[in-house]
């Protein structure tokens, strides 16, 4: 089974950036939707954003629009989300999936923390 490798969390101040990386051990090329969710403390998990149809079709969770930006690279496997104007609520660990059926397909990574600091 798959199970992506997820990365390039950490500690940052309320209004920085940080860029996520998640290695997909598969051939994404011919992935039709991609995404990311997150897990804040004492809540379930959500999805973030997600990109569809090949990486045509982009959708956010009205919380991050604006601030969050998906994208991919099929050539290394790779999905990325950069995440700017972090704020204190976007704390959680992320986690990156495939979408098939509406419902998320591969194993769950080990996700990677983000803390944003007020």
């Known amino acids: 089974q798959v199970q992506p490798v997820e990365s390039g969390g950490g500690l940052v101040q309320a209004g920085g950036s940080l860029r996520l990386s998640c290695r997909i051990s598969?051939?994404?090329?011919?992935?039709?939707?991609l995404a990311w969710y997150r897990q804040g403390p004492g809540k379930q998990r959500e999805l973030v954003a997600n990109d569809a149809s090949g990486g045509r079709v982009i959708n956010y969770t009205d919380s991050v629009r604006g601030r969050f930006t998906i994208s991919r690279d099929s050539a290394e496997n790779t999905l990325y989300l950069q995440m700017n104007s972090l704020k204190p609520e976007d704390t959680a660990v992320y986690y990156c999936?495939?979408?098939?059926?509406?419902?998320?397909?591969?194993?769950w990574g080990q996700g990677t923390q983000v803390t944003v600091s007020s």
């Open positions: 999936n495939r979408i098939l059926g509406g419902r998320p397909y591969y194993g």
């Open positions: 598969s051939n994404i090329a011919s992935v039709g939707s």
